[in-house]
């Protein structure tokens, strides 16, 4: 049920987590403004998440403003399917749009054209990977607008592209002209990163190339970190702060194998920094799941507007600001087709339990995309496979076979080395048979067009026929 902005007055003013009347709260004239800031191939790499690594004085900050949730997930590791979800409110499995670089023909609407119908204008300049044509006119500006603020209420993006995986592979030679160089101009001498200080998960051997790649995301982390305070200082700018809800968030996770493209938590985990001056209780920490299908539908219900039928996420924040009465118990996440490579793999996860199933198991997890080859960390780990230089746990990934089944105590196995699926434990197994049947009917409920085979959704009209792009690149892997 919707409040009124008398009942949202009253209930912000008494409740336990909010702090009394803000000059957002006050203007009853106006809908609080939105801005998202999208940082690309980024998990939850800052020092407000404990990460002793990172600098990033900007974003800490933020958090220590607003909200900082510690369990946020993309249902998809890769960022078109990830921000199909984002921008439609619906599972790109429900959709159509699961497979890396589909092209949906009649997508549905954009939370942002409900937010338009509200009276808010849209300013998205910059990247629109949805895996499908945004239609012309859907956005009232493209332009950048941090010197030239929308007209208010007003709904702002801005995508940060400092950290996404083709600038973190290159060399970071401080005396040539790379970008990685250019992009990290700004930073101190003490934010520079030592590589052999870098903490390496378990999966990959300890090789300097692998370890220099880790020291050059943490760095292009900072970059990402000094324009993110830019925006923010933007808003103080134009006085647009104190009515303005900030989103800070990773679009998936680090740009590296086996963290983007994966449905491991280092490839679907991401950080998430809300502030709402006046109304969130600064430092307040949040531990509730939060899966992106739920960005769309807690716009809506902040803006006091329905949400529509079809979108299958809960908010995240009730009208009045408060945490949801009803929490999720649950997350999902999809990986199919990456570009030339095809998979299906779909994985369940609560508070503290991931149940992944592989449909191909007879798939191996190394499968080649290009794109991913070109990764110097990808190279040095397939050089040390080859050389037979990796311990047990290295060597998983490059398994002739994935297991049909996995299930992991993220917990106690942060980088989900030790599949408990077989476990003997009667413990073990009665959470494998309650995450196996939620997945059943999270595929059922959902319509999941996963089984469907990517040629059929071409022939039905309901995608265009990328397949023969890539076609050319599959011939690579010959």
Known sequence: MHLSRRHFLAATATSPLWHSLSLLAQNTKNKPNFLFIVGEDTGPDLGCYGDTLAHTPNLDRLASQGARFTRCFTHAPVCAPSRSGLITGQYPTTLGSHHMRSKLITPPPMFTDYLRKAGYSVAWPGKTDFNFDVPDGAFDSTKPWLQNPPKQPFFAYINLFQTHESQIRIDSDREAKTTHAKLTAALKPSQRQDPAKMILPPFYPDDPIIRRQIANYYELVTATDHRAG?????????????NTVVFYFGDHGRGIPRYKRWIYDTGIHVALLV??????????????????????????????????????????????????????????????????????IRCVRDARYKYIRNFHPELPYAQQINYNELNPTMQAWRAANKAGALNETQQLFFAKTKSPEELYDCDNDPYEVRNLANSKDPDDQARLKQLRAALDQWIADTHDLGEVPERDLINRGLVKDVLKDYDKRLELHR
Do not use: W
């Open 275 to 344: 502030r709402c001056p006046g109304l969130i209780r600064p430092g307040t920490v949040r531990d509730d799941l939060v899966s992106f299908i739920d960005f769309a539908p807690t716009l809506l219900t902040l803006a006091g507007q329905p949400i529509p039928s079809q979108m299958q996420g809960q908010p995240f924040f009730a009208e009045s600001g408060q945490p949801p009465t009803k929490p999720r118990q649950y997350i999902f996440a999809a990986r199919d087709r990456m570009d030339e490579t095809f998979d299906r």
């Open 230 to 242: 830019e925006v923010l200082a933007a808003l103080d700018q134009h006085n647009l702060t104190d």
